[in-house]
């Protein structure tokens, strides 16, 4: 299984966002710094978590994102099923021997075991070494 550059980037910005104070509000330009990643490209990806109700913003100089609920309420695999678009690991459509075959639901088996593992965290499992972000983001998190 793997997941797409854009479900990377929407982890990494619930995760950066998820790390701060809970009213403190993360630019945009912050987290693309932190991870090296195209502000144009965080862009996209934090307007479509916070139209999933993953994310609030507020506009303005001295704007950003934060949670748009605590963290221990963001599945992990809800987010993951939001950002992919499919989930199909191979084309059994138009495979002659599709009507014959065990390798699609050995899949479909496979991927609902993947999903299940990610069902079972939230964004506030992942974030259990919030100390260890700081240090990796070049010092202390940032307060209110």
């Keep these: 299984m793997r997941l797409t550059r854009y479900t990377d980037y929407a982890m990494r910005v619930l995760l950066y966002v998820g790390a701060q ?3 403190r509000l993360s630019p945009i330009s912050e987290i693309s710094r932190a991870y090296g990643i195209s502000q144009n490209h965080l862009m996209k990806v934090v307007n479509d978590l916070v139209n999933a ?9 001295f704007g950003g994102v934060r949670l748009a609920r605590p ?37 479909a088996e496979a991927l609902a075991a993947f999903m299940k593992v990610l069902d079972g965290y939230s964004l506030a499992d992942l974030l259990h070494k919030r100390q260890a972000f700081a240090a990796l ?5 940032r307060r209110k």
């Design 137 to 141: 983001f070049g010092g202390e998190l």
């Design 21 to 23: 104070d809970e009213e």
């Design 53 to 61: 109700g993953y994310l609030e913003s507020v506009r303005g100089r």
């Design 71 to 107: 963290a221990a309420e963001i599945n992990v695999g809800a987010v993951v099923r939001h950002t992919e678009e499919g989930f199909d690991l191979v084309d059994c459509g138009s495979c002659i021997i599709a009507p014959a075959c065990g390798l699609t639901s050995a899949l």
